[in-house]
């Protein structure tokens, strides 16, 4: 369902395997949601200390040393705003299953609606009938 993913910090290659892709989504969206990741992609910005938050958490998962602090620094040494779409970029490719249309994907934000529009919840007399 997953391909492997290939993460690069300090000059040394972090690698996670494809039957470890769901644990490391798991902790990404401890940090960052999907829906979320979509919409800085969207916007073409995002909030930098939870991307290297994300980032840096999926380095400590790939077996690599990273701190929170030291991925947030290294966004501004590559050059803001390229570090950032790329950083998107990355947690987006790995968090969608190469089985999906990543053009068709669209998280589920809110109530998803019901075929009919209708409410699931039980319907109640009120109290003035």
Known sequence: MFDSVTLKFNGETYRIEPDKVMRAIAIVEDIVTLDELVKFHERGTAPMAKLAMAYAALIRYAGG???DNEAYE????EGNQSSVSASIGTLLA???PKTIDATAAAPVSGNAPT????SFRKRTKRLSD
């Open 74 to 77: 290294a966004m501004f040494k």
């Open 94 to 96: 790995m968090m969608i």
């Open 115 to 118: 075929s009919d529009k209708r």
């Open 65 to 67: 040393a990273c701190t």
